[in-house]
């Protein structure tokens, strides 16, 4: 079992940064992949980065990168997502998971979910 627990996400001005923030406990953290996604109102869940257990390889979705950095630190138990130059586009709900298989991009490859983080750009 692997508990993952978001923290982080609030309002920000269209232009501003923010740093999403999971932490989590159960399996021994570096040992598993780790991604974020979201899901705003009414569409499906996207995929948005993912870091491999060590942090040496990571993943982007073409819609954030070199906006987005995915990173964690194994000391901690934490990943974390730094986002910047946010658009109202990227209001959503932001979800880190852990893939304790594989190292990828589909969310039905993600075994434990966080309960998300809301992330409000006004337009």
């Known amino acids: 079992q692997v508990q993952l627990v978001e923290s982080g996400g609030g309002l920000v001005q269209a232009g501003g940064s923010l740093r999403l923030s999971c932490t989590a406990s159960?399996?021994?953290?570096?040992?598993?992949?780790m991604g974020w996604f979201r899901q705003a109102p009414g569409k499906e869940r996207e995929f948005l980065a993912a870091i491999s257990s060590s942090g040496g390889s990571t993943l982007y979705a073409d819609s954030v990168k070199g906006r987005f950095t995915i990173s964690r630190d194994n000391a901690k138990n934490t990943v974390y997502l730094q986002m910047s130059s946010l658009k109202a586009e990227d209001t959503a709900v932001y979800y880190c998971?852990?893939?304790?298989?594989?190292?990828?991009?589909?969310?039905?490859?993600?075994?434990?979910w966080g309960q998300g983080t809301q992330v409000t750009v006004p337009s």
């Open positions: 159960g399996r021994t953290f570096n040992s598993y992949a």
């Open positions: 998971a852990a893939d304790l298989r594989r190292f990828g991009v589909r969310s039905n490859g993600y075994d434990y």
